[in-house]
């Protein structure tokens, strides 16, 4: 039989290897980006066309490439940055491994052009699917521009993986901030198409997180300090009251590289521990710096993982480092004192103006009474699709229904804080009251974006917000669908959000929380997995503003939730898919007394 192993030609294994360097346009931003950085630039733009899709171009001013160089740094395997094997273990440039320019160079069309300082002209190459079309003279600044168009044009299957625009802008930008608060001595903008989304100054780290998160972030940073014989350690944690329960601000740099390491995340989560609640993450920007023969960078394809020589030590000065940090600044009493004190007052007396619940309520409201049918019927077509979820109304038992509203259950108990209980006929229903609040919101706010009514409630102090470059992006998108459930918004200098009304459903003191926790959700790798901007929204309100656990409620607020429970669309699961209630028949219980 004839032989069957042959080599793979250069173009097939060029395909293979960009398989694992360019997985989005995010990494095209990483990979031109770092070049540039080990170009000693100091000043890079970055230009997007539909998130990176259509063109990615990088522009820098540092050191340029010569002809020769440039003739071949699309090569596999061609770097300046290392000659022989030792030099993999004091590696103190971002790349190594010859393998981004090739790479991307495999899967897009390519333009490099660029220029030496003792050059007078410069050079422009253009190559289309590793194979170089093109090659002048031509008149260029100092430095070296990258333009990457057609991401993917002869690799489909990737192309169709890629995501929604927004989904490949967010990741663009979380790939752009882990570089840019890495090298806050660089100047960095990101456009997409005409309009800028970072522009950045070259600055100290504090001031360039605050330029990229807001300048209220400046209050909430502890700074961390340390330096030991093997290790300097430098940055800023998050006060944990102002923690998220994402981990959307989690920066970990070695060696200004920004990198994920589960050993090393598990010191700083175990120095925030009894000061987070359940679910929260602690925030931080923490730079360690090591001599980088104590280190191996080359585990991974784009270099994000790291190994280290002495991971032990580095675990126990993380932990001590920032408990050290939290201390100082004494945290805890604060936590504490918040949690006893809030603890026992009922919902409505903790708010300026005790305006739970906003809904309507008819209290003759039953959905099997055939003049109900008023409600549904105000729902439209449009709003049933909206509201199809997992299908879960026929596994209510609509006798159950029913018995609810058709007797006199005057009695409703609340117990631990939690958990309202009350009985039918036949049976006994404990209720989520977390959960029941968060369908109710979630539905009023849905109805008003089928039927929008135009009714808001004015604040009587409005609040402001302002906003950084991001999350002025993510408000231009949602804007609309804000104002349509009942949101009045004025920005005022550009970047400041002044909030004059909320929909009538939520509390006035939740205003800014509301609009915080917005951003946060789309800020955080939000993938679009729902239909609509609408039901996002609509789920971080009634998330951000339900009645949580642990909330003593009054008689009367009880009565509200079921009585709203009962006229929801949908009243067995939450907008997250959970489960709000469930029932206990009068046989169960008698048989849990034979
Ligand atoms: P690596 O960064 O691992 O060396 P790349 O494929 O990313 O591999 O780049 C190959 C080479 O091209 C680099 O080593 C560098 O010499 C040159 N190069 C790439 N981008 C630039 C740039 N923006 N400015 C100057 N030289 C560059
Ligand atoms: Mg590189």
Same mark, same amino acid.
């Given at each position: ?110 333009? #490099? ?34 333009? !990457?168009?057609?991401?993917?044009? *002869? ?17 663009? =930008? ?84 920004? #990198? ?58 993380? =932990? ?45 409201? *039953? ?36 018995? =609810?509203?058709? @007797? ?6 609340? #117990? ?30 849905? %109805? ?34 804000? !104002? ?6 004025? !920005? ?34 939000? @993938? ?32 509200? =939730? ?23 028949? %009068?046989?169960?219980?008698? *048989?849990?007394?034979?």
């Amino acid at each position: 039989m004839k032989d069957i192993i042959q080599i793979l030609p250069e173009n097939v294994s060029n395909q293979i290897a960009a398989g694992e360097v360019v997985q989005r346009p995010a990494s095209l931003i990483k990979e031109l980006v770092e070049n540039s950085i080990d170009a000693s630039s100091d000043k890079i733009e970055i230009y997007l066309n539909d998130s990176g899709k259509k063109s990615i171009k990088v522009v820098d001013n540092g050191i340029g490439m010569s002809k020769n160089d440039l003739m071949i740094c699309f090569q596999r395997h061609a770097t300046s940055k290392i000659t022989e094997s030792k030099d993999l273990f004091h590696i103190n440039s971002k790349g190594f491994r010859g393998e981004a320019l090739s790479s991307i160079a495999a899967v897009s069309n390519l333009e #490099i052009v660029s220029r030496r300082k003792i050059d007078k002209l410069g050079h422009k190459l253009k190559i289309k699917a590793g194979k170089i079309q093109s090659d002048e003279k031509v008149v260029t600044s100092v430095g070296t521009y990258v333009l !990457v168009k057609n991401l993917f044009f *002869n690799v489909p299957a990737r192309r169709n993986f890629l995501k929604s625009d927004t989904v490949e802008l967010r990741h663009i =930008i979380n790939e752009f901030q882990r570089i840019a608060i890495a090298h806050s001595e660089i100047n960095f903008t990101l456009n997409q198409k005409s309009s800028e989304i970072f522009n950045l100054h070259k600055t100290t780290i504090h001031k360039r997180i605050s330029n990229i998160f807001g300048k209220k972030i400046e209050e909430n940073l502890l700074p961390i300090k340390e330096k030991t014989s093997f290790v300097k350690l430098k940055g800023y944690v998050i006060k944990p009251e102002v923690s998220k329960k994402t981990r959307g601000m989690q920066f970990l740099f070695v060696n200004n590289r920004f #990198i994920k390491n589960n050993f090393l995340f598990h010191a700083i989560n175990k120095a925030y521990e009894g000061l987070l609640p359940e679910k929260y993450y602690p925030g931080f920007f923490i730079f360690l710096e090591v001599d980088p023969s104590s280190i191996d960078v080359n585990i991974h394809p784009n270099k994000i993982e790291v190994r280290f020589e002495d991971d032990q030590s580095l675990y126990s000065i993380l =932990i001590s480092t920032i408990k050290h940090s939290l201390g100082i600044f004494q945290v805890l009493p604060t936590i504490d004192f918040e949690n006893q004190s809030s603890f026992e007052i009922p919902y409505s007396k903790r708010r300026e103006r005790p305006v739970f619940p906003k809904i309507d309520l008819d209290k003759t409201f *039953n959905p099997f009474k055939p003049e109900s049918s008023k409600y549904h019927s105000k729902i439209s077509n449009k709003s049933d699709t909206l509201y199809k979820e997992v299908g879960s109304s026929n596994l209510i038992d609509s006798k159950l229904i029913n018995e =609810i509203f058709n @007797e006199d259950n005057n009695k409703i108990f609340q #117990i631990m804080n939690s958990y309202l209980i009350t009985s039918t006929r036949n049976s006994l229903l404990i209720i989520d009251q977390e959960r029941a609040h968060q369908r109710i919101i979630y539905e009023e706010l849905m %109805k008003k974006i089928t039927k929008p009514d135009n009714v808001s409630q004015k604040l009587v102090f409005p609040v402001s917000f302002i906003m950084n470059d991001a999350q002025k992006l993510i408000f231009v998108n949602l804007k609309n669908t804000l !104002v349509e459930i009942g949101f009045r918004l004025e !920005v005022e200098e550009k970047f400041k959000l002044k909030i004059v009304g909320i929909p009538s459903i939520c509390t006035e003191g939740h205003a800014s929380k509301i609009i915080e926790d917005l951003f946060d959700e789309f800020n955080n790798d939000f @993938e679009i997995k729902s239909f609509s901007y609408a039901d996002l929204i609509a789920k971080s309100i009634s998330k951000s503003t339900s009645i949580k656990k642990g909330t003593l409620l009054a008689k009367e607020e009880q009565r509200n =939730i079921i009585n709203n429970l009962f006229d929801c669309k949908e009243k067995l699961l939450s907008p997250f898919q959970k489960k709000i209630f469930f029932s206990i028949s %009068k046989s169960e219980l008698k *048989n849990k007394f034979l």
